[in-house]
């Protein structure tokens, strides 16, 4: 048993880089923001007064959940859609470089 390192000769080849966006990123924006026009939509109009059709009258927090359902499924499909165009168009730019690799082995 050696004290050194094994190490080899480094490994040069060529590998291909592209910049892609990050979905989570896109995900949790579109969130957030169909929070806040929910929220928006809930305080800006106050038809929570009002009797419906159906003879139920909702609360203002109700409402609130109500649209908030719909406008964070909205948000996050949006946002998705915006993703995936950046990663079709910045996507298409591919650069190769030349990368090294080594490899150590230490033997214990």
Known sequence: MSD????????????????APKFTVFLV?????GLVAAMVL?????GADETSVTGVTYTQLQ??????LVCV???VLLAL??????????G???VE????????????
């Open 4 to 19: 050194t390192p094994d190490t080899s000769a480094p490994v040069r080849q060529r590998a291909t880089v592209r910049r």
């Open 29 to 33: 924006i579109g969130a957030a923001v």
């Open 42 to 46: 809930t305080f800006a109009f106050h």
């Open 63 to 68: 409402v609130f959940g109500f649209l908030l």
């Open 73 to 75: 499924a909205v948000g």
């Open 81 to 90: 859609l915006v993703a995936v165009v950046l990663d079709r168009t910045v």
């Open 92 to 94: 298409r730019r591919v």
């Open 97 to 108: 470089v030349e990368v090294e690799r080594d490899r150590i082995r230490i033997e214990e």
